[in-house]
């Protein structure tokens, strides 16, 4: 059973320009095509389309999900590979933690640091001004 693009989007919540986008990039095989030139795909398109959906939910990048899916390939292979992609990535994840909460920090203060006055006078205004009183560094 082949349906359009427009199905293709209906059924993983994947938006069409982004399904083009996927294509480009090699995540998804070049569909067949009709006579008129109209993309066509069928369910492993389903399938595969809504893995790159999930894993893009979860933040893999681009080339991390083109490794996975070269991974789904061969199932019978060892998973340490895909152990190892796994875990690269909660290290990325968990240095964006790190980092946002390290903005909510200084947020939090620059906000408290407020006078509530008037904007000429505003801290929050003065620390992105100079972005040494960001970095800690004040005198």
């Known amino acids: 059973m082949e349906f359009p693009i427009g199905e293709l989007s209906r059924r993983t919540g994947v938006l069409i320009p982004t399904v083009r986008y996927y294509e480009q990039a090699g995540l998804l095989p070049p569909p067949p095509r009709t006579e008129g030139g109209r993309r066509r ?4 398109d389903v399938e595969r389309l809504t893995f790159i959906r999930h894993a893009r939910e979860l933040g893999f990048e681009i ?3 083109r490794e996975l899916l070269a991974l789904t390939a061969q199932p019978d292979r060892s998973c340490a590979e895909v152990d190892i992609i796994a875990r690269r990535h909660l290290v990325e994840v968990e240095h964006r933690i790190t980092r946002l909460m390290a903005l909510r920090s200084e ?5 408290g640091e407020c006078g509530h006055g008037r904007v000429g006078e505003c801290r929050v205004i003065e620390v992105l001004s100079d972005h040494r009183l960001c970095a800690g560094d004040r005198h």
């Open 107 to 111: 947020l939090s203060r620059m906000i």
């Open 63 to 65: 080339e991390a999900i």
């Open 41 to 44: 795909y069928g369910p492993a």
